[in-house]
């Protein structure tokens, strides 16, 4: 049976987020992530939930760890046949999982570490192998019917599914794991009745995003990234996001901080206050990125293997906590969620609207 | 050569409240008023070779005891200049009833155009624009608006900002890190124009219209921060104050083209082609190129201005590419070059090659846009809406990769605030009014505007009737327009939850399709209503 997508049904939603790091690098138990997102178990529904996990792969973390969710076994072998065809396949295996009552009818979930088999990048024409990765993933979301590549970075994976996110993290064994960055989502949803893929977190590479809230804009950013060869196929708007990280960081070499900027413009008002070189760059960054700019309430938590960012509409109509205590940074969309498992943190705050909270690992960590 | 065409309209004088100003009588362009004595006067005139007429005309003479106001219902052309005017209200305009028999088929224009070319055996001209009953797509699109998951944004109370800017883009930019840990722009964006409403006004030239109505597009652009056109009519020196709002263009006939002329825009037009005739060129009869319109357009006085349908120096992409290139040269690489084009079966091909070949921004013209002339036929069966146009255009683009380094105006028969916010949806950046403009300062789409016969002093030369425009009042009247429909779209982007114009361009997602078949609703890119 045909899952129902963005476009086909739509239901009103809440969303909870969560996110911890570490940011000397050292690793933590996936339990705590997941007490921290089902203190906030009224904020979703039961038709989603989903987590990313950095750090979790050392014995391969020169490989990319792509989390294949399959809807039929046809699909998964026709997928595999495309992994076969450009990747050294290192392992290829079933995502570990337990039996858990409240989840019913889990898709076929496999991981594959793989590298790009020699020369394949070159014949492809891209420009490393991480453009060769990210084309893959599009072209089988894109073509081969039933099969989703859901996550793709290395040393790290996106753990989702359609249930409460304490019981998808029972799902994935997640206490089984250890990672020096965690970030869950709890759904609400939006735009679907809940499908595997339309869960959060969504990925790309290295990128992974959670976000509380709905994107307004999702038809211009959808078509902006479009022009640059992504292709849309998870069918929730929160995807276009990690796109846009990749392709206004990774491609085009825009620094975090501008990213966020141009995601979460100033207002003019504000940029025409700003002093000639600051409104110069402001006003460039909105001239050029006008299409990129995400509008409608968001919380993001968009998470790469060097840290964590957190990002609110620019006019704040989604929550977000941020604290920390000694060497952990926590955010989320409730206060109650990060006490849980910090206790009583050194530093708490509201991130204000449009202001980017960017965190970054202090070291200890490889790429 | 006696014409058989009856007067369409029936002008009602009533003579009890009538009080003989005979302001309606000075200041109708095209004669309908007069007063009676004049009339008679006429009369002889007209029957002096029949005695017996002629009898008959002092027969009717002595009715008319005293002078007073008589209407010569043939000349009238709908106006309601005189209606609008008379201080008693004594004046009334009815479509004449008996005018042409019901037929469904042959309908009132078909007998009349026939009857007009049967007694000339010329073209048939019109002004305006497009009257027929195509059908109307943004009539057929509806705009989405939040409930509770997605709030709406009250523009009452949180910023909403409708700053536009046109000009290429480049596709990234590149930045630096400073010692000081600043950031600062390696990339030159290139030349931008910024406007504060995405709304901006068409090219209508000195000569078309009068320059008491240019001067008043000119003072509400400046007072809106957005941009009026000069049209093909060259850029008239009391205009230069505005000069930082204003768009030049560079037709075919090149009148009034000269380097100070290029560097006084804000951005230059390159105009291929117009709406309301496509593939057809302009023509300013010699009658209307008085002194001012002849030193604005630098041809002789008297002369007709003659604008070809071709540029004879542009004959292919290559070609253009020269002109606007040559036109970046001439102004130092300063301002955006815009090429405007018509709406046509193969437009969104077009408007790639256009991109490719140097122009910053594309203006599609659709076919509902106006004129101040066009053949009828032209008019009525060439060219598409600009609905289709601008969809075709903007996927294209995006399919090429090419949509952000061009920015994309629209324009041809806007109407209200909803038209411009579901052109933005479909993928303009702006939009360009012409007749809604002209209707703002009083114009009633009477589509007479190639007699020069104007009675609101708007598509005229004579001084007579250019006086009628205060340039003052008009030029409120506009800026009272782009301010409400401003006030408007910031509206209609809180009902969507969007507080920023970039959120919705392009942004189909947002429109919904009512009574459209699949193959349209393809082309626009827009989903059915009722679907999610």
């Known amino acids: 049976m045909q899952t129902l997508r963005e476009g086909k049904v739509r239901i009103p939603s809440g969303c909870a ?107 492809e024409g891209a420009a490393d192998d991480r453009d060769f990765v990210a084309r893959f993933v599009m072209r089988v979301n894109n073509r081969v019917p039933g099969a989703f590549i859901v996550s793709s970075g290395k040393n790290m994976g996106v753990f989702k599914g359609v249930g409460f996110p304490e019981d998808i993290a029972r799902f994935y064994r997640l206490n089984e794991y250890e990672a020096y960055m965690w970030t869950a989502h709890g759904r609400f949803p939006t735009n679907t009745p809940g499908w595997w893929g339309g869960a959060h977190p969504f990925n790309l590479l290295d990128w992974s995003v959670v976000h509380n809230g709905e994107v307004s804009s999702y038809g211009t950013n959808r078509r902006y990234v479009e022009m640059f060869g992504y292709r849309l196929e998870l069918q929730t708007d929160t995807e276009v996001v990690a796109y846009l990280f990749d392709l206004l960081h990774r491609r085009q070499g825009l620094p975090l901080s501008l990213v966020c900027r141009a995601l979460a413009s100033p207002f003019w008002q504000e940029i025409d206050r700003m002093p000639p070189d600051e409104r110069e760059l402001f006003t460039a960054l909105r001239q050029v990125y006008g299409p990129a700019l995400i509008n409608g309430p968001f919380s993001f938590i968009v998470s790469h293997s060097r840290g964590m960012i957190g990002l609110n509409d620019r006019i704040k109509l989604r929550p977000l906590i941020y604290a920390r205590k000694g060497d952990f940074v926590l955010m989320a969309s409730e206060q109650s969620a990060l006490c849980d498992i910090l206790g009583e943190p050194d530093e708490v705050r509201a991130v204000w609207g449009g202001e980017p909270i960017i965190v970054e690992l202090q070291g200890g960590v490889a790429q | 050569m006696r014409s058989y065409t009856p007067p369409e309209y029936l002008v009602k004088i009533d003579h009890a409240r009538c009080r003989r100003c005979g302001r309606c009588v000075k200041g109708c362009g095209f004669g309908v008023l007069s007063m009676a004595s004049s009339i008679w006067a006429r009369s002889a ?300 079966h193969n437009v969104a091909a077009i408007a790639s090659g256009i991109a490719r070949a140097g122009a910053d921004i594309i203006t599609i013209d659709g076919f509902r846009g106006g004129t101040g002339a066009a053949p009828m036929v032209i008019r009525d069966h060439v060219g598409i809406p600009i609905e289709l146009a601008l969809a075709a255009v903007d996927e294209r683009l995006r399919q090429e990769g090419i949509r952000n380094r061009v920015s994309l105006v629209a324009a041809g028969g806007f109407r209200h605030s909803g038209d411009v916010a579901k052109a933005i949806a479909l993928g303009a950046d702006a939009v360009a009014i012409g007749t809604a403009a002209l209707v703002a300062m009083g114009c009633h789409v009477c589509q007479k505007c190639y007699t020069g016969n104007c009675s609101w002093g708007i598509a005229t030369q004579r001084p007579e009737l250019t006086t009628h425009l205060d340039p003052e009042e008009a030029g409120e009247r506009l800026a009272n327009l782009l301010r409400g429909w401003s006030l408007e779209l910031k509206e209609i982007l809180g009902a969507l939850g969007l507080n920023a114009i970039e959120s919705l361009r392009g942004n189909r997602l947002r429109l919904r399709a009512i009574n459209l078949h699949e193959h349209e609703m393809s082309v626009l890119g827009v989903k059915a209503a009722g679907t999610q």
């Open chain 1, 17 to 123: 987020v969560s996110a911890i790091l570490n940011v000397q690098g050292q690793r933590i138990n996936g339990e705590a992530i997941a007490r921290s997102i089902a203190c906030m178990h009224e904020r979703s529904n039961g038709l989603g939930g989903g987590f990313a996990a950095y750090g979790i792969y050392p014995e391969f973390a020169d490989l990319y760890a792509l989390h294949v969710l399959c809807e039929t076994e046809q699909a998964r072998l026709e997928a595999e046949t495309y992994i076969n065809r450009d990747f050294e396949v290192h392992r290829a295996e079933p995502i570990p999982t337990r039996q858990v009552p409240a989840i019913t009818d889990p898709p076929i979930l496999w991981r594959y570490f793989v590298a790009a088999k020699e020369g394949r990048v070159e014949q």
């Open chain 2, 45 to 344: 005139e007209l029957f002096k070779e029949s005695a017996e007429e002629l009898a008959q005309v002092f027969a009717r003479v002595s009715e008319y005891a005293a002078d007073h106001v008589v209407a010569d219902s043939r000349r009238c052309v709908y106006c309601h200049w005189c209606v609008a005017g008379c201080p008693e209200g004594a004046i009334s305009v009815e479509p004449n009833p008996l005018a042409y028999k019901p037929n469904h088929h042959w309908e009132p224009h078909h007998l009349k155009n026939i009857w007009l070319q049967a007694e000339t055996g010329g073209m048939v001209l019109t002004g305006s624009g497009n009257d027929k009953a195509y059908f109307n797509y943004f009539d057929h699109l509806l705009l989405d608006a939040c409930q509770v998951t997605n709030p709406s944004i009250d523009p009452l109370r949180e910023p909403m900002e409708l700053r536009t800017y046109l000009g290429g883009r480049p596709d990234a930019l590149t930045v630096r890190e400073g010692p000081d840990g600043k950031i600062g722009l390696e990339t030159s964006v290139g030349p931008q124009v910024q406007i504060d409403t995405p709304i901006i006004f068409s090219a209508m030239s000195f000569g078309a219209i009068s320059l008491n109505a240019q001067k008043a597009l000119a003072r509400a652009a400046k007072a809106c921060g957005t941009l009026m056109n000069t049209g093909e009519g060259g850029l008239h020196e009391d205009l230069y104050p505005y000069q930082d709002h204003i768009i030049v263009q560079v037709a075919s006939g090149r009148f009034g083209v000269s380097a100070d002329y290029l560097r006084r825009a804000a951005y230059l037009e390159i105009k291929i082609g117009q709406g309301a005739k496509p593939g057809i060129g302009g023509h300013l009869p010699g009658e209307k190129v008085t002194a001012d319109v002849s030193a604005t357009r630098m041809i002789p006085v008297g002369s007709d201005a003659l604008s070809p349908a071709p540029h004879h120096d542009i004959y292919s992409i290559e070609d253009l590419a020269q002109l606007i290139y040559a036109l970046k040269e001439a102004t130092a690489y300063t301002k955006p070059v815009s090429v405007k084009i018509a709406a046509v």
